[in-house]
């Protein structure tokens, strides 16, 4: 299965999926008429398959007592293989950077980071940052509002096949 015969069924599993991961099998095999074995054996298939990576829990950052949500994003001194496979091992080992990515343009990289409060956030951008070899410079992004944090991708504009849902899927 690839990208371009992803079929209809199968994006609308995924859609249900990604809203709510614990959404029961007999719930998607009513929507569409099949049995609970053949979404079982529909979801067993996009999961081997790699469209469905793993199932987790989001949880509530402010209840959490993670006040701060911050981008950071940073230059380094050089950009040799590696520092930055030397960079990425050592920034991914903490547990309050959340996402790492590299960028094109002004910033080598970005890092979604979380902290109780400016205080932490202060410590961790002064006693570890700061002190990771090849960094060069950083500034900060402290977001101060979540407008929309979607976590779902539009699966609806994915190309398929049009083969009809059924439950020999």
């Given at each position: 299965?690839?990208?371009n015969d992803?079929?209809r069924?199968d994006r ?8 709510d991961?614990q ?6 095999a009513l929507e569409?008429?099949w049995?609970?074995?053949s979404?079982?054996?529909r ?12 199932y987790?829990?989001e949880?509530n950052r402010?209840k959490l ?5 911050a981008y ?10 590696k520092?930055?496979?030397g ?6 080992g903490?547990?309050?950077v ?8 002004e910033?080598d990289?970005?890092l979604?980071v979380?902290s ?9 951008l002064?006693?570890i940052?700061?002190n990771?070899e ?12 979540e407008i ?7 699966v ?12 020999s899927q």
């Amino acid at each position: 299965m690839n990208r371009n015969d992803i079929s209809r069924a199968d994006r609308r599993i995924l859609e249900i999926l990604q809203d709510d991961s614990q959404t029961p099998a007999k719930t998607i095999a009513l929507e569409f008429g099949w049995s609970v074995a053949s979404v079982y054996k529909r979801i067993r298939h996009l999961e081997e398959k790699g469209y469905i990576a793993c199932y987790k829990a989001e949880l509530n950052r402010s209840k959490l007592g993670f006040g701060i949500l911050a981008y950071c994003h940073i230059n380094l001194k050089d950009r040799s293989r590696k520092s930055m496979v030397g960079f990425e091992k050592e920034v991914c080992g903490y547990k309050e950077v959340l996402e790492v990515i590299t960028l094109s343009g002004e910033s080598d990289y970005m890092l979604k980071v979380v902290s109780q409060n400016i205080e932490t956030y202060k410590r961790f951008l002064l006693d570890i940052l700061s002190n990771i070899e090849p960094v060069a410079r950083f500034h900060s992004h402290i977001v101060l509002d979540e407008i929309k944090s979607a976590k779902a991708y539009p699966v609806e504009s994915i190309q398929m096949n049009e083969e009809p849902m059924q439950s020999s899927q």
